[in-house]
T-cell receptor
C-alpha cells in the first residue's frame, strides 16, 4: 500500500530557532501534498497545499514567511517553521493523494509533534 | 464552500454494542466523503470512502457508512464495538479526493468493558 513518512516524529526546539519537517511519499510520486496542523483535541486544519515545482498555496490566515514550504521533488515536501514560538507547538501532519480506481485517496503521514520551549 | 459537522465530541459504548458516529456535510458539488480514524499521536488511517458509487460503503475493521443525499448525512456504524475501536474519528469532505480535505471536529469513541 501507499506509505507516507514524516521526519522527525518528535522535535523540541527553543524559541526563536527554526525547525524543518520532512514529508515523503515512499512508494509513489506526489505532485501535490498537503500540510495540516492539529491542535490538542481539535480537528485538522489545512495550512497549505504544496506543489512540486511551484509555490505553495497557503490557506487564509497562515503566515507564508513563518511556515516555509518547499516541494523539492515528486516524493518530498518540507515544512520549515521559522523563528518558532511556543504558540507554534502543535501536531503537524502531511498527506499526499494517490489515484485509486476512478477516484483518489489521501494518504497521511504519521505526524510530527513540535514542542517549542 | 464545503463543511462537515460531527454531532457529539464524545460517544461512549459498551463492548459489543452498536457504534453510531454522526456526520452531516454541506457541499455545493457532489461530494467525496471519508471517514478516518486516528490513534493517539499517530496519523490518520482511512476507514472508508464514498465516491458517488454505492451509497452503502463498507470499510475496514467492520465499519460501514451510508450516504444519504436527502439528509446530507454520512453516518458511520459498526454492529459490535471492540475495545480496540477506541480512538478519534474524523469525517471529511472533498471535491474530488485529490483536492484538500475539509474535516469535521472529530468524535472520540470510548469503549468500556
Amino acid at each position: 500500500g501507499a506509505v507516507v513518512s514524516q521526519h522527525p516524529s518528535r522535535v523540541i526546539c527553543k524559541s526563536g530557532t527554526s525547525v524543518k519537517i520532512e514529508c515523503r511519499s515512499l512508494d509513489f510520486q506526489a505532485t501535490t501534498m498537503f500540510w495540516y496542523r492539529q491542535f490538542p483535541k481539535k480537528s485538522l486544519m489545512l495550512m497549505a497545499t504544496s506543489n512540486e515545482g511551484s509555490k505553495a498555496t497557503y490557506e487564509q490566515g497562515v503566515e507564508k514567511d513563518k511556515f516555509l514550504i518547499n516541494h523539492a521533488s515528486l516524493t518530498l515536501s518540507t515544512l520549515t517553521v521559522t523563528s518558532a514560538h511556543p504558540e507554534d507547538s502543535s501536531f503537524y501532519i502531511c498527506s499526499a493523494p494517490l489515484a485509486r480506481g476512478t477516484s483518489y485517496e489521501q494518504y497521511f503521514g504519521p505526524g510530527t509533534r513540535l514542542t517549542v520551549t | 464552500a464545503q463543511s462537515v459537522t460531527q454531532l457529539g465530541s464524545h460517544v461512549s459504548v459498551s463492548e459489543g454494542a452498536l457504534v453510531l458516529l454522526r456526520c452531516n456535510y454541506s457541499s455545493s458539488v457532489p461530494p467525496y466523503l471519508f471517514w478516518y480514524v486516528q490513534y493517539p499521536n499517530q496519523g490518520l488511517q482511512l476507514l472508508l470512502k464514498y465516491t458517488s458509487a454505492a451509497t452503502l460503503v463498507k470499510g475496514i475493521n467492520g465499519f460501514e457508512a451510508e450516504f444519504k443525499k436527502s439528509e446530507t448525512s454520512f453516518h458511520l456504524t459498526k454492529p459490535s464495538a471492540h475495545m480496540s475501536d477506541a480512538a478519534e474519528y474524523f469525517c471529511a469532505v472533498s471535491n474530488t479526493g485529490f483536492q484538500k480535505l475539509v474535516f469535521g471536529t472529530g468524535t472520540r469513541l470510548l469503549v468500556s468493558p
